[in-house]
């Protein structure tokens, strides 16, 4: 499972969100979030995308599907658990700072939607 977090480069350990289908990054204790749209990104590349399934999904669904229609049944509800996407992307920042994200699909997909022009 993602991080959600700048795991190298300038602002490292910074914590990543989705709120309001817009990607923001933690700045610190009573300051403001920066954004991360085409106003504070210059550019942006993916260098990594990988899907796990999600463990407890997979475990519970499987449990589920055997207690309620037998071991078929438990099969189909252990193939059927929840991928977690996984990406890593090099970020170049408009002011010259540069970061690589570790981010799950949310953080993601507001992210790739906010520097869209």
Same mark, same amino acid.
């Given at each position: $499972?993602?991080?959600? &977090? %700048? @795991?190298?480069? =300038?602002?490292?350990? !910074?914590? /990543? ?7 923001? $990054? *933690?700045?610190g204790?009573l !300051? ?6 085409? =106003?504070?990104?210059? *550019? ?5 995308e ?7 999904s997979? %475990?519970? &669904? ?5 207690? /309620?229609?037998?071991? #078929?049944?438990?099969?189909i509800?252990? $193939? ?7 990406? @890593?992307?090099? @970020?170049? #920042?408009k =002011? ?5 994200l570790?981010?799950d699909? !949310?953080?993601?997909?507001a992210?790739?939607?906010?520097? #869209? !022009?």
């Open positions: $499972m993602a991080s959600n &977090r %700048v @795991i190298a480069g =300038d602002y490292k350990g !910074k914590v /990543l969100v989705s709120v309001s289908n817009v990607a923001s $990054m *933690s700045m204790f !300051k403001r979030p920066m954004d991360l749209t085409s =106003d504070t990104v210059e *550019s942006y590349e993916v260098l990594d990988s899907t796990q399934k999600g463990a407890l997979t %475990v519970g &669904r499987a449990a589920a599907g055997g207690l /309620l229609l037998g071991p #078929f049944a438990a099969v509800g252990g $193939m059927t658990g929840r991928n977690n996407r996984t990406h @890593i992307v090099a @970020i170049q #920042f =002011d010259g700072k540069r970061s690589l570790e981010i699909d !949310k953080v993601y997909k992210l790739v939607t906010g520097c #869209f !022009k």
